[in-house]
């Protein structure tokens, strides 16, 4: 069965600073990957998604992540994080023939002014 | 931008009590998804739901746990006897192509 670490419980960065958040999968072929966003009182909102093609993923919000197949790694980047960016963030793998993620842990992202 | 609406937002009950949490889907979508989240722990799935049946679900949805689509825009997790350990943030969830599923804000069910 496929699984998913996210091995930061906890991410501070600087309000401007730059940001990764880690994700590993262990899934011995290509999966689907996600990574979601839930800010305080909302459900979960897709952030990007990597299905097949260019490893580099665009998402919304300025968000991106690369799929790194050697590494068994999709890590979360945004260049320039804003307040409004604290929140918690999961990474999730789905496989072939079931689009159900199995979900990461998340790692809550505190943003300082 | 449509989204999917769960109701209530918290849910108080005591142990051993049926519960309902409800959901309306987005409206043109088709499959239709339960999942929990315990306190400190992951996102889980419970079930997945097409055509009126339920198509996939985990070892957590057992027989206390049954789905119900019982309109054309309520989905429905009803919980019979509820448990202690059954206190968590309930995600309904609705697809239109299986690719991607958008979220409710999730029901809060604490059982005391």
């Known amino acids: 069965a496929q699984s998913v670490t996210q091995p930061d419980i906890h991410i501070t960065v600087s309000e401007g600073a730059s940001l990764e958040l880690r994700c590993n999968y262990s899934y011995g072929a290509t999966p689907y990957l996600f990574w979601y966003v839930q800010s305080p009182g909302q459900g979960l909102q897709l952030l990007l998604k990597y299905f097949s093609g260019d490893t580099l993923v665009q998402g919304i919000k300025g968000f991106e992540a690369e799929f790194k197949r050697s590494q068994s790694s999709f890590n979360l980047r945004k260049p320039s994080v804003h307040w409004s960016d604290a929140a918690e963030y999961f990474c999730?793998?789905?496989?072939?023939?079931?689009?159900?993620?199995?979900f990461g842990r998340g790692t809550s992202l505190i943003v300082h002014p | 931008e449509p989204e999917v609406t769960q109701t209530p937002s918290h849910q108080v009950t005591q142990m051993g009590q049926e519960v309902i949490l409800r959901c309306v889907p987005i409206?043109?979508?088709?499959?239709f998804y339960w999942y929990r989240q315990i306190l400190g722990q992951k996102v889980e799935f419970l079930v997945s739901f097409y055509n009126n049946e339920i198509s996939e679900k985990s070892e957590i949805f057992d027989d206390q746990f049954s789905v119900e689509r019982p309109d054309g825009s309520n989905f429905t997790l009803k919980i019979r006897s509820t448990k202690l350990e059954d206190s968590a943030m309930y995600f309904c969830a609705s697809s239109g192509d299986r690719n991607i599923q958008y979220f409710g804000a999730g029901t809060r069910l604490s059982v005391l």
């Open positions: 409206s043109n979508h088709l499959y």
């Open positions: 999730a793998v789905g496989v072939g023939g079931s689009y159900i993620p199995t």
